[in-house]
Every structure is written in structure tokens, then in C-alpha cells.
């Protein structure tokens, strides 16, 4: 596909890129159907689930967000769902070394507890025999029913041992402010096995998705998300989720980049001012978030992304925090250049591998288990 | 390094502080449970005068969830941005190596000792039978 090319000397920067961002679709039920016992089977069909899309709300079938449309599929098929197509959009294109698919499906966010584990496990896996078992470049996010933690810790605790799942998948926006006491045994486990908490931009809904009521149009929830991320970003800090699990990381997917300067600021003076109220915080937030908390750089959103970058280096004092993504296929209304030409060699070199390197300990082990996983 | 006269012990009670001015310096003594402190009035952040600020205890936590409360009253809260500032140093509590004001040592003298030597000179009326707060600026 010569229009598709990236150019050699491009393609020859990217070699080894670690994708931090992919999302494989769950094409429909029909695909679920062999990893779920007997009485879910039976309920898809007698109570009509099959007819269901349940793609998550955030991300409809036919919103912009869900699909560049140059990677839109043929037939109409569900964007992300052909693995053929994801290996020549972003993974043969960029020569990705690694890429991590966060599977974002409406399983995470059914508000039957059961079901919800029910269909997180089948769909963790579908995503090892379907994605990962079929090209050994592919890592992937353990999706977990995060409104119910003992489910949540048992799905966890079930892959494990497969190397190959790397992260453990939320949503920015589900039941609860992420840094509450409730959800520490995700974190306490993610901190044992060595699995990021990628948290991921998207709504169960249920909650307005802005703090001041429902929007009417897609552009304010679009616009809405990164409050979310600032909004939780502050929960996990000031509930002392870093200080009671110092080796804890956090993934900001698809988050946008720009508010972070005058979160920082803003998170910094204020904690000067009433840290007395949170007196297990006893770093400012800027430090805590340079330690623990990674960000995927797709989208940028910023006029001119090669300055935003570096001012946000600047302002965070390092330039460990940014991740490469290509966020194949969703659209953030963004062109080709999954990062802007001009950056120095050494931080492109952490963004495109080194910083996913060091943020997901399992990337380097997968390969050696993975024939055991197998 | 002078010592100045600047006060009666009885005109600041425990949990108290009185604003001085010595020389052009302005700086604030405070009384905490009987022992006095003084440090510059100035917050070193804005400038807000920490006389002003309100006295608290310190609190710390083992982990998320526990608090730990000591040293009650020995900490001044700047009136403008909340920054807390150790009276004992000096050192505000989230950057104490960067941020700090000026503390300046405090005592209580008889007014025997002091009306033997050059601190009349000070505008104070000094009585042989009463105790006074002196700062060494």
C-alpha cells in the first residue's frame, strides 16, 4: 500500500515502537459465545442480548471518536474488530515492536455485577486467542468489572500468569472516584503483579459525565473527559492511593495532554495550602504524578504538538511521563503523524519505547513465558 | 546581634502573638503554652503578614486514614495562602529547605538582669520586678 507508507526513515525511527494505545472491537456476542458456561448462553439468546451492539456508550459505532475514517472496515464492520487491518494501519506501519490493546466493550460497565464478570472474562479471553495468540507483537489490558472488586481481583488474579496481559483497564468515569479505599485491592494486586492501571477515557454513565449536568451534545462529553482524568487523578492522590502503594503506576489513555500544566499548578498550591486535610500526601502532586503516572500521547491537542510536548517536559520536570499511541482506530479528529516531526532524538526515543519500557515490567518478561502461557 | 526588650511576658498570654518592630524589621511574637517564639512577619511566599495567620498544631500520618496530631499551637498558618510555618524554625512545613522565614531567638528575662546593662537605652520602661520577652536581632 504505497499511500499508506510511512517513508523509510520514518518507519525506521518508529522500529520498535511500543504502541501503547490499540483497541480491538468485540465484533458481536456470536464471538463470546465459547468462553461463557451454559446459562449465559442461554440467557444471550432468550433474553435477545445478541441484538445488542454494546459497544461502550462512550465509543458508539458511528461516533467520530470510534473510527478514523480512512480505517473505517469494509461492510461496515465494527471499527477495530479485523486484526488483518490493524497490522496494516498501525502495527506493520510503524514497525511496532509491541502494541497494547485496551479492549473497550461494554462489558466493563453492565450493571449486573455477574454479567459483568461473566463477559469481562470472556472477552479477556477472546482478546488472548483472537489477538494475542495470533501475532506475538500484541500485549493486552486485563478488562475487569470494576464496580465490583472481589470480581475484579478474581479476573486479575486469573491471567496472571499470562505474561502477555500487562495492564489492568478502567474507565475514567465509572461508579466511584478512583482513588476511594473500596477499589485498593485492584491497586494492591496491580502493585504485586506488576500491572499499570491504565485508566482509560469513557463513561459507564452513571453519573452526568460533566460536574454540572448532562450535556446535550457529543462535543462537551468529548471535551469533558479530561476533567474527568483531572478530577481522578486528584481522587487517587488525595485518598493516599501512591502513599499506601508506592509502587503503583497509572496509565492516562487518551486523556489529552495540555491541561496538565494548570492542573499541576493548581494541585501544588492548593495541597501547600490545606494539605493538613490529606496529611498522608506529603509530596506536592506534580511529584507524585511524575512517579507514578504515565500519559499516552494520542491526542496531543495542542496547536503546535512538538512545543506542547516540550513545555509539558518543562512544567513536569521530565520526559519519562509520555507514552507513543497511535489510539488506532479512534479518531480524535486528528491527521497522520502519530507524533509531531521535530523532536529531539533522545525524547522521541523515550516516547516511542523507553518510557513504555520502564512503566510496564512485563513487557520485557512476556516474551520468555509466553511459550509456557501457550 | 542586639537584644531588644519588646514586651511584657502578661501582654501575650498563651496561644497569643504581638506584631514589633525593630529597626525596619517587622516580627512576630508568639507565645506558645508559656515558651515564646518570634519570626519575621513577612510570609517569604507573598509578603501577607503571618501575625495575622492562625495558629495550629501539626498533623502528619503513618498511612491514609491515620492522623497524628502534635505540637499544638506551634505552627503559624500564612492569612493568604495557608502555607504552614514551623514558630519553633521558621520552616514552612511542605518545602522546608526552600521556604522559610527568618526566626529570631526568643527569651524571658527578669527585669533585674535587664536594667543593669545598655537595653534601656530601649523606649521600654524596664521594673526591676517584672519578666519581659526579649529578642536577640
Known amino acids: 500500500m504505497a499511500g499508506n507508507s510511512l517513508g523509510t526513515d520514518r518507519a525506521k525511527r518508529f522500529a520498535g515502537a511500543i504502541d501503547c494505545d490499540l483497541h480491538p472491537a468485540v465484533p458481536g456476542m456470536n464471538v463470546l459465545l465459547p468462553y461463557l458456561d451454559d446459562y449465559w448462553r442461554e440467557m444471550i439468546t432468550v433474553r435477545a442480548l445478541d441484538r445488542l451492539n454494546l459497544s461502550l456508550t462512550s465509543y458508539p459505532q458511528n461516533a467520530p471518536l470510534s473510527c478514523r475514517p480512512d480505517w473505517a472496515l469494509e461492510d461496515g464492520k465494527k471499527p477495530g474488530s479485523s486484526l488483518k487491518a490493524m ?5 506493520d506501519r510503524y514497525q511496532s515492536g509491541h502494541g ?46 470494576a464496580h465490583n472488586t472481589e470480581m475484579a481481583v478474581a479476573e486479575i488474579e486469573r491471567r496472571a500468569d499470562d505474561f502477555r496481559f500487562v495492564q489492568i483497564l478502567m474507565l475514567v468515569s465509572g461508579e466511584l472516584t478512583l482513588g476511594r479505599r473500596q477499589n485498593w485491592p485492584i491497586y494492591r494486586l496491580a502493585e504485586r503483579l506488576g500491572l499499570p492501571i491504565g485508566i482509560h477515557a469513557g463513561s459507564a454513565y452513571r453519573c452526568a459525565p460533566t460536574p454540572v449536568g448532562w450535556p446535550s451534545h457529543y462535543v462537551e462529553d468529548y471535551i469533558a473527559q479530561s476533567a474527568a482524568f483531572e478530577t481522578q487523578l486528584q481522587s487517587m492522590i488525595a485518598e493516599g492511593v501512591f502513599a499506601k502503594f508506592p509502587d503503583l503506576k497509572v496509565v492516562a489513555i487518551e486523556s489529552g495532554l495540555t491541561w496538565l500544566s494548570g492542573y499541576i499548578w493548581r494541585a501544588d498550591k492548593t495541597w501547600k495550602g490545606v494539605r493538613a486535610e490529606v496529611p498522608w500526601v506529603t509530596k506536592a502532586p506534580s511529584e507524585i504524578i511524575r512517579s507514578h503516572v504515565r500519559f499516552t500521547v494520542q491526542p496531543i491537542d495542542a496547536a503546535d504538538e512538538r512545543e506542547a510536548i516540550a513545555r509539558l517536559v518543562d512544567h513536569m520536570k521530565s520526559d519519562s511521563l509520555f507514552l507513543f499511541s497511535t489510539d488506532y482506530p479512534h479518531w480524535q479528529f486528528d491527521e497522520d503523524a502519530a507524533l509531531p516531526p521535530g523532536l529531539p532524538d533522545e525524547l522521541f526515543r523515550k516516547i516511542v519505547s523507553e518510557n513504555a519500557l520502564a512503566t510496564y515490567p512485563r513487557l520485557s518478561k512476556a516474551n520468555q513465558i509466553m511459550e509456557i502461557a501457550l | 546581634m542586639t537584644r531588644h526588650i519588646v514586651a511584657t511576658v502578661d501582654q501575650i498570654p498563651p496561644g497569643e502573638r504581638m506584631l514589633v518592630t525593630i529597626g525596619n524589621r517587622e516580627i512576630g511574637i508568639f507565645n506558645v503554652a508559656g515558651e515564646y517564639f518570634a519570626v519575621g512577619n513577612r510570609c517569604p511566599h507573598n509578603g501577607a503578614s503571618l501575625c495575622k495567620g492562625r495558629i495550629v498544631g501539626l498533623v502528619e500520618a503513618r498511612e491514609p486514614g491515620s492522623y497524628q496530631f502534635s505540637r499544638r499551637g506551634e505552627l503559624v498558618r500564612c492569612p493568604w495562602h495557608g502555607w504552614e510555618f514551623d514558630l519553633r524554625t521558621g520552616k514552612s512545613r511542605c518545602e522546608p529547605d526552600r521556604t522559610r522565614v527568618r526566626s529570631y531567638e526568643a527569651k524571658v528575662e527578669p527585669g533585674a538582669v535587664l536594667t543593669d546593662d545598655t537595653l534601656r537605652a530601649e523606649t521600654f520602661p524596664v521594673s526591676i520586678d517584672r519578666q519581659y520577652v526579649v529578642v536577640d536581632v
Open chain 1, 87 to 91: 497490522q496494516e494501519h498501525v502495527l
Open chain 1, 100 to 145: 497494547i490493546l485496551n479492549c473497550l466493550y461494554g462489558a466493563q460497565v453492565f450493571h449486573s455485577e455477574d454479567m459483568a464478570a461473566a463477559f469481562c472474562r470472556a472477552t479477556n479471553d477472546w482478546i488472548r486467542d483472537e489477538w494475542l495468540s495470533r501475532d506475538c507483537r500484541l500485549r493486552a489490558s486485563i478488562v475487569i468489572p
